[in-house]
């Protein structure tokens, strides 16, 4: 009777340890944050850190070009007839300048061959339109190359955790443990889930900037139509 009872009882405490050492294990993996996840990535996390820091530069500095890019005044084609109409060529160039955006600096480079033909005004203000959207496209090659390059980056983290894991197991011999595997795993598996991420927000940052870029070319077709009908010769 003393057996069983010294049995129960070392049964339950053994029991009642193996439930705290769950429980604290569990909360041990509950308080791992994203930084200690992402420091298990290696080298490479570092290189995505980098990424993704220069995509969200190239975003914010485009929207901010392309906030200036468009002219907010709807009045600003009634003006440059006005100016042209009562031959005030010298104000309508200087209300271009002042304005100072692409579609003024067009619009004051027809002003500039308004004693040519219709087809020489459109064709300079058109090679002009060319030279801005020039100027509003900088920026987006590097942002379609982080889109495509971050998840093969992830990848090629992925590829070295697993060569990583697969070279301690064939050191460690006879004595594989989970444990000498786990920094290889765990660099394979969060290399590709950072460089998927990254990818993934650089995609559709580039994609905004290049529907931006489309609105205002065709503000800028509009803007270059108007000019050569109304003012042109």
Known sequence: MFLQTTLAQALGDTISQSQVAVQLAGDTAGKMNLFEMAMKGGWIMIVLLLLSILCFYIFFNRLAVYRKASIKDPSFMDRIKDYMKNGETR????????????????????????????????????????????????GLSGMSTIASAAPMIGFLGTVI?????????????????????????????????????????????????????????????????????????
Not at 182 to 209: C, D, K, P, Q, R
Request: with cysteine.
């Open 91 to 138: 104000s309508a160039v200087i209300f271009c300048q002042a304005t100072a955006s692409p579609l003024s600096r067009i619009v004051e480079k027809g002003i500039g061959l308004i004693d040519h033909d219709a087809k020489d005004i459109q064709t300079g203000m058109e090679n002009a339109a060319n030279i801005e959207i020039a100027k509003l496209e900088k």
């Open 161 to 233: 955790g697993m060569v990583r894991a697969f070279w301690e197991m064939s050191n460690a011999g006879n004595n594989i443990d989970v444990s000498l595997l786990s920094g290889g795993i765990y660099e394979a598996m969060i290399t590709t889930v950072g460089g998927l991420i990254v990818g993934i927000i650089a995609l559709f940052a580039y994609n905004y900037l290049v529907s931006r870029v489309d609105a205002i070319t065709n503000e800028m077709e509009s803007f270059i139509q108007d000019f050569t009908v109304n003012l042109g010769k």
